[in-house]
């Protein structure tokens, strides 16, 4: 099934800008940069919203602007409004369960601890979209984690995030066409 929206979790502000915790963020920035989209605030959404087109394909792109505890309510409003199911969602965002570099493709779930996919699932009332987890490492223990994912990573997981956001890029169209082997196939081969 083609995807009709991609969606960044994150925290807003210029303070959480460069964390792990927004990796999700980034990708579809990146997405917005390759495609010349301009992300614009639409406070119905409660985010960042713009529409890129890859062939014949429309797809949204989304940006929460709330904390990312309730960025499934930005989620719920854009997917209620445009008649977008779960299952044409793709939800990017950090992942403590890989190490930092490493992209994989998932559909459906439990939110694996993550807030910000606990909310997304809440409001959605549904666990049937994907999720592209970019690995950020983990720090070592659960005490650590909430510290971990809202500071900066080291410039050496930032170069190997960044590097996979890009590798990612090739992929897009075929995530948004629903071509899910494909890009399954290149990525869980890194």
């Avoid at 099934?1 to 979790?9: D, S, T």
């Avoid at 959480?16 to 406070?43: D, F, S």
């Avoid at 997917?79 to 977008?84: C, N």
Wanted: with cysteine; proline share 6%; net charge neutral.
């Amino acid at each position: 099934m083609p995807i009709k929206l991609i969606v960044g979790l994150g925290n807003p502000g210029p303070e959480y800008a460069e964390t792990r915790h927004n990796v999700g963020v980034w990708l579809v920035q990146q997405i917005a940069h390759l495609y010349k989209a301009t992300l614009r605030h639409e406070p119905k959404f409660k985010g960042l919203v713009d529409r890129i087109r890859i062939d014949d394909h429309e797809c949204l792109l989304l940006v929460p602007t709330t904390y990312m505890n309730h960025n499934g309510q930005a989620v719920k409003a854009l997917s209620q409004f445009y008649k977008i199911t779960p299952e044409e969602i793709l939800i990017a965002h950090d992942e403590l369960d890989f190490p930092a570099g490493i992209i994989r493709v998932k559909k459906g779930g439990s939110n694996g601890g993550h807030n910000g996919v606990g909310d997304v699932i809440d409001n959605l009332a549904s666990k049937d979209f994907y999720r592209l987890r970019i690995g950020i490492s983990h720090p070592g223990t659960s005490d650590q984690v909430l510290d971990y994912v809202l500071h900066k990573p080291n410039l050496a997981d930032k170069k190997l995030i960044k590097n996979s956001i890009d590798d990612t890029m090739p992929l897009i169209p075929d995530m948004v066409q629903g071509n899910w082997e494909k890009a399954m196939q290149v990525l869980h081969t890194k």
